[in-house]
C-alpha cells in the first residue's frame, strides 16, 4: 500500500514501546499496541516515525519470593549498545531550567514492506542539571511532578525534535492522553490557530472511565509547563480544576477513537460533544504467531502474513494437525514452566492461562473466589492454572493480589497444580498464550477498554473464556469461538446480580461444557480452535486495524 502524502509522515507518539524484548519500555498492553502498530504500519508501507522516551531503567524487573512478596529492580538497558544517536539535539524548559534532549534512533525493518524509525527520546545529556538527566530514566517512575516532566518531554520535546530533523509531518497521531502537550507546540507554531493543529493532530483514548484519565493539578503544571505555555490557555483547553490530557488531547485533535467499539461508546458518554470513532484495536499477527502454527498456516493458508483476512482459510487444515501444532506448544511451554519454576505441569491435563499487569480491575484471583466450586471443577475433570504479570511498585493492591495467588497456590497444592512465573514480559506472553488451552480473562466491566492478550491467544488455537468487556463483546460467539464469562454490557441486570452470574458462569462452564470438550470431544475442540483462528484472528489484528486507521485517520 502506499500512501500518498506528498512525502510528508506520520508521527506516532507512545510513552511506552515494546518493539523488541530486550528494549523493555513497556509496562503492558499500551506498550505492546504500539509495537504492534509500528510493525504494521512497516509491513504496509505506511510514512511513519514513531517517538518515545528512553526510559533506560525499563519499566520494572520484578522478583517474587515464596509468599509471591514483590520485589522490583531497575530493568537496564543500554540504548548505545542497539542503536545511534540523531544528529540533533533540541532544548525545553522545565521548571525555569534549560533541558537538552537528545534521541537515540532505532529502525524497525518489516520483513515484506518497509521501515519504521523509532526516536527514543533521553535526558541524560551532558552539561543537564543531575536531576533532569534522570527524567527520562523509569517509564511511569518517579512522582507527579517527574511523571508530568516526562510527558513534556516527550509531548514538546518530541514535536521539537521532529521538526529539528528536518521532518515534515502530515499528522501527529497520540496513542494515550500522555504526547498531549504537542498540541501546545503545535499551537505555538501554528500561530495560536487551533483549527490547523486539529487537521494535523489524530487522537487514541485508552481508558474507559474519567478516574483513570492521566490527571495533573494547576500548581504542578505552572512549575513544570510554566516557562513553555502560559497556563492560563492550558486551563482553557484542559480543564479548569485539573489539567486533564484526554480533555486536551480531544480538544486539539481533528480525529478521536476508542479502542473498541463498546470503549467509543463509553467516551462518548463521558465527552458527549466529541465525534468519537470506534478503531479496535488488533496483534500484529506474524510476531504473535508460534512457530508450529506459523508452519500449519504456510500450508493452508498461504499469504496469511501479509494478509492476515485470509486466515478465514484455517478450515482447509484437518483437525489433527491444528491438533498437534498446538500440542507442541504445550510441551514448549510446559518445558519453560519447569525450567523457570521446577514444577512440572501436565502435558494432558486442561491448563488455563492468565496473565497481564497485576491491578485491581483485572480480577485476577476471581477464579479462587469459591474454594469449594473450583474444587468440583477440579475433582469432576483436572484443570491446572498458569499466571504471571507485575504489578506498578506503587499498587499496593497489585502487589497483594500476586500474594493472594500465591496462597491460594499453596492452599490447593495438593489437589490442583497452580503456577506464578516471574516478570512477564513480551517472550513470557507469547508462549503462555500460544501453550496454555484457554485463555482466560476477567476483568470487572466496563474498565478493560480493549484488552488485547486474548487476540495472541486467537492467533494460536488457543481459545478464550472472558467477561464480555472490550474487544471479547465483538469477538465472541458463544460455543463457537469460545465462551463468555457474566452477561453482555446491554442486559439489564444489577451490578450483583452481574457478579453473581459472573461466578456461575466461570465454574458452570468450566465444569459441563469446556472440560468435557477439551477430555472427551477432540474434533469438536480442533474445529472450535480453527474458529479461533478463522474468526477470531483474522480480524482482530494491526494490519486490518491500520488500514482503518489509514483510510478514516491518516487520509482524512
Ligand atoms: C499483550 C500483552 C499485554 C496485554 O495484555 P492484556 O491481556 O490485553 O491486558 C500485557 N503485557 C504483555 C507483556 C503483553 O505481551
Known amino acids: 500500500m502506499v500512501i500518498p502524502l506528498n512525502g510528508k509522515k506520520i508521527a506516532y507518539f507512545s510513552m511506552e514501546i515494546g518493539v ?89 525493518k518489516s520483513t515484506i514492506g518497509g521501515t519504521v524509525p523509532i526516536f527514543f527520546l533521553d535526558t541524560d545529556v551532558e552539561g543537564n542539571a543531575p536531576e533532569d538527566r534522570r527524567i527520562t530514566d523509569s517509564l511511569y517512575g518517579g512522582d507527579e511532578q517527574n511523571r508530568l516532566k516526562q510527558e513534556l518531554v ?27 502537550l504537542l498540541t501546545l507546540e503545535l499551537l505555538q507554531k501554528f500561530d495560536m490557530d487551533i483549527d490547523r493543529v486539529r487537521e494535523h493532530c489524530i487522537f487514541t483514548t485508552h481508558t474507559p472511565v474519567e478516574a483513570a484519565f492521566d490527571k495533573f493539578p494547576y500548581d504542578i503544571v505552572e512549575d513544570v509547563v510554566g516557562k513553555e505555555f502560559p497556563v492560563a490557555i492550558i486551563k482553557e483547553l484542559g480543564g479548569d480544576d485539573f489539567l486533564n490530557m484526554t480533555r486536551l488531547a480531544l480538544n486539539l485533535s481533528g480525529f478521536q477513537n476508542g479502542v473498541t467499539k463498546e470503549h467509543a461508546k463509553l467516551s462518548l458518554k463521558i465527552f458527549p460533544h466529541y465525534a468519537i470513532h470506534a478503531i479496535t484495536n488488533g496483534v500484529h499477527s506474524q510476531t504473535w504467531t508460534s512457530p508450529s502454527f506459523h508452519r500449519l498456516f504456510d500450508k493452508y493458508v498461504p499469504g496469511w502474513a501479509s494478509d492476515p483476512e485470509m ?70 475433570r483436572p484443570i491446572q492454572l498458569v499466571f504471571a504479570g507485575k504489578a506498578h511498585l506503587r499498587d499496593i493492591n497489585g502487589k497483594n493480589l500476586i500474594k493472594e495467588i500465591f496462597w491460594y497456590k499453596q492452599e490447593l497444592k495438593d489437589e490442583l497444580k497452580v503456577v506464578y512465573l516471574e516478570n512477564y514480559d513480551m517472550d513470557i506472553a507469547a508462549k ?59 442486559a439489564a441486570v444489577t451490578e450483583d446480580e452481574r457478579r453473581h452470574q459472573e461466578l456461575d458462569d466461570l465454574f458452570n462452564k468450566l465444569k459441563y461444557l469446556i472440560a468435557p470438550k477439551y477430555y472427551d470431544e ?26 482503518r486507521y489509514i483510510t478514516s485517520a491518516y487520509l482524512g
Not at 154 to 180: F, Q, T, V, W
Not at 448 to 456: F, H, L, P, R, Y
Open 20 to 108: 523488541r524484548n530486550d528494549i523493555h519500555t513497556y509496562s503492558g498492553g499500551l506498550g505492546v499496541l504500539a509495537g504492534d502498530t509500528i510493525r504494521s504500519s512497516a509491513d504496509l508501507s505506511v510514512p511513519m516515525i514513531a517517538v518515545t522516551l528512553v526510559s533506560r531503567k525499563g519499566y520494572l524487573k520484578q522478583k517474587l519470593n515464596h509468599n509471591g512478596e514483590q520485589k522490583e529492580m531497575p530493568d537496564e538497558w543500554n540504548p548505545s549498545n542497539i542503536m545511534n544517536l540523531a544528529p540533533k539535539t533540541v532544548e525545553v524548559i522545565i521548571e525555569k531550567r534549560k533541558v537538552k534532549i537528545q534521541a537515540w534512533v532505532y529502525e524497525h
Open 154 to 180: 516527550l509531548g514538546i520535546g518530541g514535536a521539537r525534535m521532529l521538526d529539528g530533523l528536518g521532518y515534515r509531518i502530515s499528522k501527529y497521531h497520540m496513542n494515550e492522553g500522555h504526547s498531549a
Open 311 to 380: 486466515l478465514v482459510r484455517i478450515e482447509r487444515a484437518p483437525v489433527c494437525e491444528v491438533w498437534d501444532a498446538h500440542a507442541e506448544n504445550k510441551k514448549a511451554l510446559m518445558a519453560f514452566i519447569e525450567q523457570r519454576t521446577g514444577e512440572k505441569l501436565d502435558e494432558d491435563v486442561l491448563t488455563l492461562g492468565f496473565a497481564r499487569r497485576a491491578t485491581g480491575y483485572k480480577r485476577a484471583k476471581l477464579i479462587f473466589s469459591d474454594l469449594r466450586r473450583l474444587r468440583e471443577v477440579n475433582k469432576r
Open 432 to 490: 503462555l498464550t500460544a501453550g496454555v488451552d484457554v485463555w482466560l480473562n476477567t476483568p470487572l466491566p466496563p474498565m478493560e477498554a480493549s484488552g488485547t492478550s486474548g487476540m495472541k491467544a486467537a492467533h494460536n488455537g488457543v481459545m478464550n473464556f472472558s467477561v464480555l468487556d472490550g474487544w471479547w463483546i465483538e469477538g465472541c460467539i458463544e460455543g463457537v469461538t469460545g465462551w463468555a464469562i457474566g452477561p453482555s454490557p446491554e
Open 522 to 547: 477432540r474434533d469438536t475442540w480442533a474445529n472450535m480452535m480453527k474458529n479461533s483462528v478463522g474468526k477470531v484472528a483474522y480480524y482482530f489484528n494491526t494490519d486490518r486495524m491500520m488500514r
